[in-house]
């Protein structure tokens, strides 16, 4: 169980992982554009450290965030890792030398940046890994057995403990969940962005984790009215009122919301505990109608 309780509260992502609700992302933790190293490496290990003493108990990250920055600094600032701090992993993608984003998707790939996240992290398990299928935007159609059979694999050789799947549809989801257990779903949703709302409440039945990356809005920052209006009648920010907004939403989600700053970490904790009114959910919940 983790050692101090956060805003939230807890959740059992797996049998033998219980995780307070309130994570971190460490996307942030690389250069602009999530490549290169950060412009202030010692604020990066400090903003790992503070979460841990802070009480956060899971961190996401992936290798090819940097690429390969995050996991180090990780490493740097956490290694040897406290007990009960889960990490959670992607894979699916990798960096190009101008920034992208292209897809690492085969067997061969998966293979090998399970091993990378292994080295750099300084692991010789995965507490999770998360199979990325679609783009930013959203799932694409189509089969993901191959992949996530090359995963499942490994998970049965002991490089892996659990699966998750990242950007993925319904349909995506249960064929995952017909080769290995599932004990987490990553994908885009906040208080703009609402179309998994049924799939939210499908996972929640079934005991299953959703993470929705971009919390706060992603590299565009949500804005609104409404938000606004919340967030001023509560004496707070509008990311403090979307963070407790989420977990609100439903039990089974985790929240990852990234910074490379300390301040804006211990803003994050503390506004996630901020109680909204019935007044200020049906407001915040007008944004997405």
């Known amino acids: 169980m983790p050692t101090k309780t956060l805003p939230g509260g807890t959740f059992e992502l797996a049998a033998d992982i219980t995780v307070n609700r309130l994570g971190y992302g460490a996307m942030q933790l690389a250069g602009p ?20 003493e802070l009480g956060i108990d899971h961190i996401d990250t992936s290798d090819y965030y940097g690429p390969y920055v995050t996991n180090e600094i990780i490493r740097e600032a956490l290694h040897p890792y406290p007990e009960g701090l889960t990490i959670v992993t992607k894979v699916g993608a990798a960096r190009d030398a101008q920034g992208g984003w292209p897809e690492a998707r085969s067997p061969r790939q998966l293979h090998e940046a399970v091993h990378d996240n292994l080295e750099r992290l300084g692991l010789e398990a995965l507490d999770v890994v998360n199979l990325r299928m679609g783009g930013v935007e959203g799932p694409t159609a189509g089969s993901i057995a191959e992949q996530f059979e090359a995963l499942a694999a490994m998970r049965e050789a002991g490089l892996i403990r659990h699966l998750g799947v990242s950007t993925v549809s319904a349909a995506q989801i249960a064929e995952a969940r017909s080769i290995a257990p599932v004990v987490c779903v990553q994908n885009l949703y906040n208080l703009a962005n609402r179309g998994d709302d049924e799939l939210i409440d499908a996972l929640a039945a079934d005991g299953i984790a959703y993470v929705p990356y971009f919390p706060l809005g992603g590299f565009s920052p949500l804005q609104s009215e409404q938000l606004s209006a919340v967030a001023t009648r509560n004496e707070a920010t509008p990311m403090a009122v979307a963070l407790a907004w989420l977990l609100r939403r439903s039990a089974n989600i985790l929240l990852i919301p990234g910074t490379s700053s300390v301040a804006h970490l211990r803003e994050n904790v503390a506004g996630a505990g901020l109680e909204l009114t019935a007044e200020d959910l049906a407001e915040l919940d007008s944004i997405a109608g």
């Open 33 to 52: 554009g999530v490549f290169g190293p950060p412009a202030d490496r010692a604020e990066a290990i400090r903003v790992l450290r503070e979460a841990v």
